[in-house]
Protein backbone atom coordinates (compact mmCIF):
# COMPACT_ATOMS: atom_id res chain seq x y z
CA UNK A 1 0.00 0.00 0.00
CA UNK A 2 2.48 2.14 1.06
CA UNK A 3 4.83 1.77 -2.06
CA UNK A 4 1.37 2.09 -4.48
CA UNK A 5 1.13 5.79 -2.70
CA UNK A 6 4.72 6.60 -3.50
CA UNK A 7 4.07 5.70 -7.11
CA UNK A 8 0.92 7.50 -7.32
CA UNK A 9 3.37 10.83 -6.02
CA UNK A 10 6.05 10.19 -7.63
CA UNK A 11 3.95 10.13 -11.28
CA UNK A 12 1.77 13.51 -10.12
CA UNK A 13 5.33 15.10 -9.72
CA UNK A 14 6.40 13.94 -12.62
CA UNK A 15 3.03 14.94 -14.63
CA UNK A 16 3.45 19.19 -13.05
CA UNK A 17 7.06 19.20 -13.50
CA UNK A 18 6.49 18.19 -17.49
CA UNK A 19 3.27 20.91 -17.51
CA UNK A 20 5.29 23.98 -15.95
CA UNK A 21 7.56 23.55 -18.39
CA UNK A 22 5.61 23.27 -21.65
CA UNK A 23 4.18 26.49 -20.06
CA UNK A 24 7.69 28.11 -19.86
CA UNK A 25 8.56 27.46 -23.22
CA UNK A 26 5.00 28.26 -24.55
CA UNK A 27 5.19 32.15 -23.10
CA UNK A 28 8.55 32.87 -24.75
CA UNK A 29 7.27 32.31 -27.99
CA UNK A 30 4.07 34.06 -27.54
CA UNK A 31 5.60 37.28 -26.77
CA UNK A 32 7.76 36.91 -29.41
CA UNK A 33 5.30 36.64 -31.90
CA UNK A 34 3.42 39.48 -30.41
CA UNK A 35 6.53 41.49 -30.68
CA UNK A 36 7.15 40.63 -34.09
CA UNK A 37 3.70 41.37 -35.12
CA UNK A 38 3.29 45.13 -33.77
CA UNK A 39 6.79 45.59 -35.60
CA UNK A 40 5.67 44.19 -38.83
CA UNK A 41 2.21 46.67 -38.29
CA UNK A 42 4.75 49.54 -37.94
CA UNK A 43 6.40 48.83 -40.83
CA UNK A 44 3.80 48.71 -42.88
CA UNK A 45 2.25 51.98 -41.46
CA UNK A 46 5.41 53.87 -42.13
CA UNK A 47 5.69 52.11 -45.60
CA UNK A 48 1.93 53.59 -46.18
CA UNK A 49 2.41 57.04 -44.67
CA UNK A 50 6.28 56.91 -47.18
CA UNK A 51 3.47 56.35 -49.83
CA UNK A 52 1.03 58.93 -49.40
CA UNK A 53 3.63 61.56 -49.09
CA UNK A 54 5.40 60.68 -52.52
CA UNK A 55 1.63 60.71 -54.06
CA UNK A 56 1.13 63.92 -52.30
CA UNK A 57 4.39 65.41 -53.66
CA UNK A 58 4.02 64.08 -57.45
CA UNK A 59 0.82 66.04 -57.17
CA UNK A 60 2.10 68.98 -56.06
CA UNK A 61 4.87 68.65 -58.44
CA UNK A 62 1.85 67.73 -61.88
CA UNK A 63 0.25 71.13 -60.45
CA UNK A 64 3.19 72.88 -60.93
CA UNK A 65 3.95 71.66 -63.96
CA UNK A 66 0.56 71.88 -65.45
CA UNK A 67 -0.08 75.38 -63.69
CA UNK A 68 3.44 76.67 -65.50
CA UNK A 69 2.51 75.14 -68.88
CA UNK A 70 -0.68 77.10 -68.63
CA UNK A 71 1.16 80.21 -67.91
CA UNK A 72 3.48 79.32 -71.03
CA UNK A 73 0.44 78.42 -73.15
CA UNK A 74 -0.79 82.19 -72.30
CA UNK A 75 1.96 83.82 -72.84
CA UNK A 76 2.43 82.49 -76.37
CA UNK A 77 -1.25 83.33 -77.20
CA UNK A 78 -0.49 86.88 -76.03
CA UNK A 79 2.76 86.65 -78.06
CA UNK A 80 0.99 85.88 -81.47
CA UNK A 81 0.78 88.43 -84.08
CA UNK A 82 -2.47 89.71 -85.58
CA UNK A 83 -1.27 87.81 -88.85
CA UNK A 84 -0.65 84.74 -86.65
CA UNK A 85 -4.15 84.34 -85.62
CA UNK A 86 -5.93 85.56 -88.98
CA UNK A 87 -3.70 82.67 -90.89
CA UNK A 88 -5.20 80.01 -88.50
CA UNK A 89 -8.75 81.19 -88.38
CA UNK A 90 -8.47 81.05 -92.22
CA UNK A 91 -7.60 77.70 -92.10
CA UNK A 92 -9.82 76.81 -89.54
CA UNK A 93 -12.55 77.76 -91.70
CA UNK A 94 -11.63 75.75 -94.35
CA UNK A 95 -10.19 75.97 -97.77
CA UNK A 96 -13.33 76.21 -99.80
CA UNK A 97 -15.13 78.89 -99.06
CA UNK A 98 -12.59 80.95 -97.57
CA UNK A 99 -10.06 80.84 -100.83
CA UNK A 100 -13.50 82.33 -103.07
CA UNK A 101 -13.89 84.90 -100.06
CA UNK A 102 -10.22 85.77 -100.31
CA UNK A 103 -10.43 86.05 -104.27
CA UNK A 104 -12.94 87.90 -103.86
CA UNK A 105 -11.01 90.65 -101.38
CA UNK A 106 -7.75 90.44 -103.58
CA UNK A 107 -9.56 91.58 -106.66
CA UNK A 108 -11.52 93.82 -105.42
CA UNK A 109 -8.86 95.20 -103.72
CA UNK A 110 -6.86 95.20 -107.16
CA UNK A 111 -9.91 97.70 -108.56
CA UNK A 112 -9.92 99.70 -106.16
CA UNK A 113 -6.13 100.58 -106.57
CA UNK A 114 -6.48 101.21 -109.79
CA UNK A 115 -9.66 103.20 -109.78
CA UNK A 116 -7.32 105.31 -107.03
CA UNK A 117 -4.31 105.99 -109.25
CA UNK A 118 -6.63 106.69 -112.38
CA UNK A 119 -8.93 109.36 -110.05
CA UNK A 120 -5.85 111.04 -108.73
CA UNK A 121 -4.30 111.38 -111.77
CA UNK A 122 -7.70 112.75 -113.35
CA UNK A 123 -8.10 115.85 -111.00
CA UNK A 124 -6.51 119.11 -111.75
CA UNK A 125 -6.79 122.41 -110.95
CA UNK A 126 -9.28 123.63 -112.85
CA UNK A 127 -9.19 127.15 -112.02
CA UNK A 128 -5.37 127.32 -113.06
CA UNK A 129 -6.47 125.71 -116.30
CA UNK A 130 -9.20 128.20 -116.89
CA UNK A 131 -6.79 131.07 -116.19
CA UNK A 132 -4.64 129.89 -118.78
CA UNK A 133 -7.39 129.11 -121.37
CA UNK A 134 -8.58 132.37 -120.72
CA UNK A 135 -4.80 134.38 -121.58
CA UNK A 136 -4.60 132.16 -124.67
CA UNK A 137 -7.36 133.18 -125.84
CA UNK A 138 -6.90 136.86 -125.15
CA UNK A 139 -3.14 136.47 -126.33
CA UNK A 140 -3.40 133.72 -129.57
CA UNK A 141 -7.12 132.90 -130.38
CA UNK A 142 -8.88 129.20 -130.41
CA UNK A 143 -5.69 127.58 -131.21
CA UNK A 144 -3.19 128.77 -128.71
CA UNK A 145 -6.15 127.73 -126.39
CA UNK A 146 -6.50 124.29 -127.86
CA UNK A 147 -2.24 123.89 -127.54
CA UNK A 148 -3.05 124.48 -123.70
CA UNK A 149 -5.77 121.89 -123.14
CA UNK A 150 -3.79 119.34 -125.27
CA UNK A 151 -0.81 119.88 -122.69
CA UNK A 152 -2.81 119.27 -119.41
CA UNK A 153 -4.22 116.11 -118.76
CA UNK A 154 -7.31 115.21 -117.37
CA UNK A 155 -10.88 114.82 -118.37
CA UNK A 156 -11.58 118.73 -117.67
CA UNK A 157 -8.94 119.62 -120.54
CA UNK A 158 -10.30 116.90 -122.63
CA UNK A 159 -13.76 118.61 -122.34
CA UNK A 160 -12.40 121.88 -122.84
CA UNK A 161 -10.30 120.88 -126.28
CA UNK A 162 -13.54 119.23 -127.58
CA UNK A 163 -15.33 122.56 -126.93
CA UNK A 164 -12.91 124.81 -127.90
CA UNK A 165 -12.71 122.14 -131.54
CA UNK A 166 -16.37 123.06 -132.35
CA UNK A 167 -16.04 126.74 -131.24
CA UNK A 168 -16.16 127.48 -135.08
CA UNK A 169 -20.10 126.02 -135.28
CA UNK A 170 -21.42 128.33 -132.47
CA UNK A 171 -22.02 128.38 -129.01
CA UNK A 172 -24.85 125.76 -129.22
CA UNK A 173 -22.53 122.98 -130.96
CA UNK A 174 -19.59 124.22 -128.36
CA UNK A 175 -22.63 123.12 -125.57
CA UNK A 176 -23.74 120.00 -126.80
CA UNK A 177 -20.07 118.59 -127.44
CA UNK A 178 -19.40 119.48 -123.89
CA UNK A 179 -22.08 117.48 -122.77
CA UNK A 180 -21.75 114.58 -124.94
CA UNK A 181 -18.15 114.69 -124.21
CA UNK A 182 -18.56 115.24 -120.70
CA UNK A 183 -21.12 112.09 -120.46
CA UNK A 184 -18.23 110.02 -121.75
CA UNK A 185 -15.62 110.94 -119.62
CA UNK A 186 -17.96 110.20 -116.31
CA UNK A 187 -18.50 107.20 -117.55
CA UNK A 188 -14.41 106.22 -117.69
CA UNK A 189 -14.48 107.76 -114.07
CA UNK A 190 -16.80 105.38 -113.11
CA UNK A 191 -15.25 102.05 -115.08
CA UNK A 192 -15.10 99.18 -113.00
CA UNK A 193 -17.11 100.81 -110.04
CA UNK A 194 -19.85 98.24 -110.66
CA UNK A 195 -16.78 95.33 -109.90
CA UNK A 196 -16.48 96.23 -106.36
CA UNK A 197 -20.03 96.66 -105.70
CA UNK A 198 -20.39 93.22 -107.10
CA UNK A 199 -17.69 91.81 -104.38
CA UNK A 200 -19.05 93.96 -101.65
CA UNK A 201 -22.36 91.73 -102.47
CA UNK A 202 -20.73 88.37 -103.07
CA UNK A 203 -18.64 88.32 -100.29
CA UNK A 204 -20.72 88.13 -97.36
CA UNK A 205 -23.65 86.14 -99.53
CA UNK A 206 -20.65 83.56 -99.98
CA UNK A 207 -19.92 83.81 -96.02
CA UNK A 208 -23.10 83.22 -95.41
CA UNK A 209 -23.51 80.18 -97.80
CA UNK A 210 -20.28 78.50 -96.04
CA UNK A 211 -21.99 78.86 -92.99
CA UNK A 212 -24.94 77.24 -94.21
CA UNK A 213 -23.11 74.32 -95.27
CA UNK A 214 -20.99 74.23 -92.20
CA UNK A 215 -24.40 73.81 -89.80
CA UNK A 216 -25.49 71.06 -92.60
CA UNK A 217 -22.29 69.16 -91.67
CA UNK A 218 -22.44 69.75 -88.18
CA UNK A 219 -25.84 68.42 -87.94
CA UNK A 220 -24.73 65.09 -90.29
CA UNK A 221 -21.69 64.30 -87.36
CA UNK A 222 -24.25 64.76 -84.42
CA UNK A 223 -26.16 62.57 -86.35
CA UNK A 224 -23.85 59.86 -87.34
CA UNK A 225 -22.21 59.95 -83.82
CA UNK A 226 -25.83 59.43 -82.20
CA UNK A 227 -25.52 61.88 -79.14
CA UNK A 228 -25.55 65.60 -79.32
CA UNK A 229 -21.70 66.08 -77.98
CA UNK A 230 -20.79 70.04 -76.64
CA UNK A 231 -17.51 69.48 -78.55
CA UNK A 232 -18.82 68.18 -81.70
CA UNK A 233 -21.78 70.71 -82.12
CA UNK A 234 -19.59 73.73 -80.92
CA UNK A 235 -16.36 72.82 -83.51
CA UNK A 236 -18.84 72.73 -86.21
CA UNK A 237 -20.56 75.45 -85.67
CA UNK A 238 -17.19 77.49 -84.92
CA UNK A 239 -15.98 76.47 -88.56
CA UNK A 240 -19.32 77.41 -90.02
CA UNK A 241 -19.55 81.00 -88.37
CA UNK A 242 -16.08 81.72 -89.11
CA UNK A 243 -16.76 81.83 -93.12
CA UNK A 244 -19.34 84.50 -92.02
CA UNK A 245 -17.09 86.74 -90.28
CA UNK A 246 -14.79 86.51 -92.87
CA UNK A 247 -17.11 87.57 -95.54
CA UNK A 248 -17.73 90.20 -93.71
CA UNK A 249 -14.72 91.71 -93.00
CA UNK A 250 -13.90 91.65 -96.75
CA UNK A 251 -17.15 93.26 -97.40
CA UNK A 252 -16.63 95.83 -94.95
CA UNK A 253 -13.14 96.88 -96.38
CA UNK A 254 -14.39 97.23 -99.59
CA UNK A 255 -17.15 99.03 -98.93
CA UNK A 256 -15.32 102.03 -97.58
CA UNK A 257 -12.99 101.99 -100.79
CA UNK A 258 -16.17 102.02 -103.06
CA UNK A 259 -17.72 105.28 -100.74
CA UNK A 260 -14.22 106.86 -101.14
CA UNK A 261 -14.35 106.16 -105.00
CA UNK A 262 -17.49 107.54 -105.43
CA UNK A 263 -17.06 110.68 -103.55
CA UNK A 264 -14.10 111.26 -105.80
CA UNK A 265 -16.03 110.37 -109.23
CA UNK A 266 -18.75 112.73 -107.71
CA UNK A 267 -15.98 115.56 -106.90
CA UNK A 268 -14.33 115.61 -110.24
CA UNK A 269 -18.13 115.53 -112.22
CA UNK A 270 -19.18 118.77 -110.52
CA UNK A 271 -15.33 120.11 -111.07
CA UNK A 272 -16.41 119.19 -114.52
CA UNK A 273 -19.73 120.79 -114.92
CA UNK A 274 -18.74 123.91 -113.06
CA UNK A 275 -15.56 124.31 -115.69
CA UNK A 276 -17.57 123.63 -118.63
CA UNK A 277 -20.14 126.23 -117.65
CA UNK A 278 -17.34 128.87 -117.26
CA UNK A 279 -15.63 127.28 -120.54
CA UNK A 280 -18.84 128.52 -122.16
CA UNK A 281 -18.87 131.79 -120.66
CA UNK A 282 -14.95 132.56 -122.05
CA UNK A 283 -16.22 131.34 -125.54
CA UNK A 284 -19.11 133.54 -125.19
CA UNK A 285 -16.96 136.72 -123.80
CA UNK A 286 -14.28 136.17 -126.49
CA UNK A 287 -17.12 135.65 -129.46
CA UNK A 288 -18.92 139.09 -128.77
CA UNK A 289 -15.72 140.52 -128.38
CA UNK A 290 -14.20 139.28 -131.69
CA UNK A 291 -17.69 140.89 -133.74
CA UNK A 292 -16.91 144.31 -131.76
CA UNK A 293 -13.57 144.42 -132.90
Known sequence: MKKLLTLFALASFLTFGISNSSMAQDTPEDATEMVDSAATDSAAMAEKAAMEAQAAEKAAMEAQAAEKAEKEETVVEEEKSFHQVLKEKFIEGGPAFMGIVLLCLILGLAIVIERIIYLNMATTNSTKLLA??????????????????????????????????????????????????????????????SWISLFIALAPMLGFMGTVIGMIGAFDAIEAAGDISPSLVAGGIKIALLTTVFGLIVAIILQVFYNYIVAKVDSIVNDMENASISLIDLLVAHELKNKKA
Open 132 to 193: NVEDALTSGGIDSAKEVCRNTSGPVASIFYQGLDRSHEGVEMVEKSVVSYGSVQMGLLEKGI
